[in-house]
């Protein structure tokens, strides 16, 4: 994350890390269900198989890991059939746990949207990863305040580039704040308001998927899988692959 | 990897390592994936690149990705973006496994003719390009645009004039092409793709009737099979016989004729409600137990139940009900599916009561309360 701060542990209990042998962390991962969780389908590109890979929740720092996580191994990945690798479009992926996580203050799931549930452009939310700072690569996890940008404004930054309603964007012009390289498949949420505030309940909207080179000349905001779309798709993945016979 | 074999992970068509070795300091010639360079007279590449980029992904969101399509548009120079390849996405020569770099003379005339059109908007020259790094043509094997060598990338639209303008600004409804024809021929067909009906819309002809929705109202989606009358259409327009259909086993390729079998409907309490066979059934209570309310929440996605009750059918209204039973063997079957679990019979519900289920959703996005600060070193504002 460029411009965010170090987090506070236990403050954003459904970011996890999406871990491979030696490499270590990979890629960020959103818990969304005691034997689930959602990242995005390019940190798979050529490693589709399950058990390189294995998921640690409950983390602050990823040199220490410490009494509050808890690790997994993948039973199974899922990768949306329609992902683009050239156009980083339905950049998504669910992974199943091989067995469920013990829930804590420190290990807790994320709501998915509903099925037409968007932020509003302007509205404030979270990033969260173990991504680049811009000078280093941190040990805490970090977290930073983004901007929805309307997909319409979001395409102008990336005249090359398509923004398709699979996408969400977020941050700002001047790229103060974003996520950067590490971060992907982390989780982008936002507390659900009413006319009184904040309602303390979080949503997660986005996975971080893609932008400019986050700490080079290019600035403009991130691109986010939008999750909103994809809920359909999760729902019955999780559904299929929990109670469906072969 | 000077004495060493090339690590394992880097693939039997690895022949070069980089220093110092790691396990990924593996050279070898990849297929062009990178949009804006698909067109060239070359097809492979290998990384690193001129411009420092360790691979395609970095380079498709590098700045110079950015920069050379759009100062190709200005027309400064012909051949600019043949050679804004040779630097993003370098030869690959097949034999070596090394890259292959551009002439030092397309280098100096990308330069002299380009740079000062950058310096006007106040952008370097990307760093990384120096002209005399790269050799002179005849004295070793470099790059030269050659006859046919297209001047636009596949990112972009040539117009009748030559110049290149921003694929995203064709038929944009706005003048971008010095001669207009940006804006002719604007119809889905012209640019071979297919008109959603109804709307404006243009999807690429492989989306249509694929299982995925693309057009407004679904159109793309719809007439796409014929199925007989004893069958029912999946999600992927295959046709599965009805009474294959909410059995608890996969029949559609896409496994749609096992979604949306289960449902609570609002009806004097939350009637649990069973798709089968094409037809809506109410599940009798006679043999249900607490597993199977679990067993419906839980599959519904909804946590814990909160209230089961069994209703009574109101009098004149049960004969024209269908029913489903709880199967005599539904605790057999490990990890099924409700509906795998109810069965049709001949005779009706003896109880005369359907099931109601009402799920208590499960928390989520909550966060652990902060922890108490100690009060006397509260500064308030």
Known sequence: ILGGRASRPGRWPWQCSLQSGASGHICGCVLIGPKWALTVAHCFEGRESAELWQVVLGLNNLDHPGAHSQTRGVRSIIVHPRYNRAVVDYDISIIQLET????TEFVRPVCLPDLDQLPLPDAYCYITGWGHTGNRMPFKLQEGEVRIISLSHCQSYFDMKTITSRMLCAGFEAGTVDSCMGDSGGPLV?????????????????????GSVCF????GPGVY??????TPWIQRQIYLHTYLLD | CISNPCPAQCGANSTTCLSPPTNTSCTQCEPITLELCMNLPYNSTTYPNYLGHMSQRESSVSWEASLFPALVQTGCYQYLMFYACTLLVPKCDP??????PPCRSLCRKAKERCEAVLGVVGLPWPEGSECNQFPQEGNATCLLPEDGIDECSPSHFKCRSGRCVLATKRCDGHLDCDDHSDEENCG??????????????????????DGFPDCPLLVDEVNCSLCRDNELEC????????TLWCDGYKHCSDSSDEWHCVSLVDVSGWALTVFRTGSQYQVCAD???????????????????STVTMVAEQPGVAGRRRWLHVHPEWDQKEGAALQARLEKRSHSCYSRKRVSVLCAKEDCGLRPAPPPRAAPHRRKR
Not at chain 1, 216 to 219: A, D, Q, R
Not at chain 2, 95 to 100: C, F, K, L, N, W
Not at chain 2, 188 to 209: H, T
Not at chain 2, 235 to 242: A, E, I, L, M, S
């Open chain 2, 287 to 305: 043999e249900w137990n607490p597993h199977l309310s679990q067993l419906t929440c839980s599959q519904l996605g909804l946590g814990a139940p």
């Open chain 2, 235 to 242: 999600n992927n327009h295959q046709c599965v016989h009805r």
């Open chain 1, 225 to 230: 899988s939008n999750v909103t779309h994809f």
């Open chain 1, 100 to 103: 469920e996580v013990e829930e």
């Open chain 1, 216 to 219: 080079s000349k290019v600035l």
């Open chain 1, 190 to 210: 936002c507390e659900e308001q009413d006319a009184a505030g904040p309602l303390g309940r979080w949503t997660l909207f986005g996975l971080t998927s893609w």
């Open chain 2, 188 to 209: 889905c067909a012209e640019r071979g793709l297919w008109e959603c009906p109804g709307s404006k819309v243009c999807i690429q002809i492989s989306m249509i009737c």
């Open chain 2, 95 to 100: 034999v070596s496994a090394q890259r292959i």
